[in-house]
């Protein structure tokens, strides 16, 4: 049985992109072997099972989200694992043949791991998402790039990481290389999926027809309202082609951060106040979300850095052409088309591809051709994946 550490999400109704890779991945991994999800209950000091409503939590994939990130531990929840503590119930969760890792995990995750990994009879692996808080920490948020380097070094504990894209991956180990740090564990690229086969079949079939040339044509981009997300450039781009006469309307989704993504939201408020054809819808759920896609033109991204580029991937699978970033792990979700890539993600060049597009409409039908012609990889796919991998890591030392 694996192990699935969960302890974050299944305590939070945010819908982050950590948050929806590690739903999908409890989702598909739980149909191809048998897995236990735990959490380590702060209350009761130790490593358990979830219970039923912990599970549904973490099973919840399709919802529209909550505007906070932080877990929630309902009252009742935090006396009874008083309780457990007052009688001395230590660790109430079986042993595993591994341990999984998904979540980028707390200081206290990480002080409690040396229990949970005695259990563990097999390999122990950490999902590595980003090295953002490392890369641009101007862009993200103090705490999490104070905390950031010892979580670096905490990956070191494990057997195995396996990181979300190559770039990911190169990152971690150039950390790893820099630091003069040569006992590690094996590091490996299993690329993140972007939905069940069930849901890219369905999209194949639905979502693919372009909107009407007829219509207003509407930009959707999708992303948490953040610093690195970049979308203070986006904005004015879109300024400075309304200024042009250029009629667009743009459609923004996602949750924003309080700290690194205020300043965007101000300017949101500012266009809109000034009667600019701009909508924010905050976090939507999934059939909201399909049918955002489905409406629109084409998609812009301006992400200056990801780990692995999610919102690109989505946008092509619905048969959407993306304007993003070509560098990076967003670079290597759009290698393969239906993109316009830039160097720079600047409002200058999000200006010029935007306008480029936006006046002629057979160059983003061409890119869109392209995107309707691309596979994708499936969850189901990437858990035969983890656990090929999983069943021949052999443990450290031995």
């Given at each position: 049985?694996?192990l ?11 819908q ?30 130790a ?21 906070h990130?932080?877990?929630?531990w ?15 119930a230590?660790?109430?969760c ?10 980028i995990?707390s200081?206290?995750i990480?002080?409690?791991?040396p ?6 009879r ?6 590595f ?9 101007e862009?993200?948020?103090p ?6 380097p ?14 979300v ?8 180990l ?17 690329t993140?999926?972007?939905g ?39 904005l ?23 700290q690194?993504?205020?300043?965007a ?17 905050g ?14 033109t084409?998609t ?5 850095m990801?780990g692995?580029g999610?919102?690109v ?8 052409p ?9 670079g290597?979700?759009a290698?393969e088309g239906?993109c316009f ?31 309707r012609?691309?596979d994708f990889?499936?969850?189901?796919v ?17």
């Amino acid at each position: 049985m694996i192990l699935f550490e969960a302890s974050h999400t299944s305590h939070t109704q945010a819908q982050t992109g950590v948050q929806r890779v590690v739903r999908s991945m409890y989702e598909a991994l739980c149909q191809r072997e048998s897995i236990n999800p735990i959490c380590h209950d702060p209350h009761q000091g130790a490593w358990r099972s979830l219970q039923v409503w912990e599970k549904e939590n973490l099973s919840n994939t399709t919802g529209a989200g909550s505007a906070h990130r932080s877990a929630h531990w309902p009252l009742t929840v935090r006396l009874a694992g008083y309780a457990r503590q007052l009688f001395n119930a230590r660790f109430s969760c079986p042993e595993g043949s591994a341990l999984l890792a998904p979540e980028i995990f707390s200081a206290k995750i990480a002080r409690a791991y040396p229990t949970l990994f005695n259990q563990i009879r097999g390999p122990r692996v950490a999902i590595f998402h980003d090295a953002i808080a490392l890369k641009v920490p101007e862009f993200t948020p103090p705490k999490t790039v104070a905390r950031f380097p010892a979580y670096l070094h905490e990956l070191l504990a494990f057997d195995g990481i396996a990181a979300v894209s190559e770039d990911s991956r190169q990152s971690l180990l150039d950390y790893w290389h820099w630091l003069g740090i040569r006992d590690i564990p094996q590091v490996v690229t299993i690329t993140n999926a972007i939905g069940t086969e069930k849901q890219l079949s369905s999209l194949r079939e639905t979502c693919n027809a372009p909107a009407s040339a007829s219509a207003v044509p509407t930009i959707l981009s999708v992303g948490s309202i953040e610093g690195r997300k970049n979308h203070l450039a986006l904005l004015d781009a879109c300024e400075q082609l309304w200024a042009q006469d250029i009629r667009f309307e743009l459609r923004l989704i996602g949750l924003a951060h309080p700290q690194t993504g205020r300043g965007a939201l101000e300017k949101i408020r500012s266009l809109q106040t000034a009667g600019r054809p701009i909508r924010y819808d905050g976090p939507v759920d999934d059939a909201t979300l399909m049918a955002a896609y489905a409406a629109c033109t084409f998609t812009v991204y301006p992400s200056l850095m990801e780990g692995f580029g999610l919102p690109v991937q989505e946008s092509l699978a619905h048969g959407k052409p993306c304007i993003c970033s070509g560098r990076g792990a967003i670079g290597e979700s759009a290698a393969e088309g239906g993109c316009f890539t830039l160097d720079r993600v600047d409002a200058a060049s999000l200006t010029q591809a935007i306008g480029l597009w936006l006046n002629s409409p057979a160059l983003s039908a061409e890119a869109a051709e392209a995107a309707r012609k691309r596979d994708f990889k499936t969850w189901q796919v990437f858990a035969d994946e983890l656990i090929c991998w999983l069943r021949e890591l052999p443990r450290r030392g031995s």
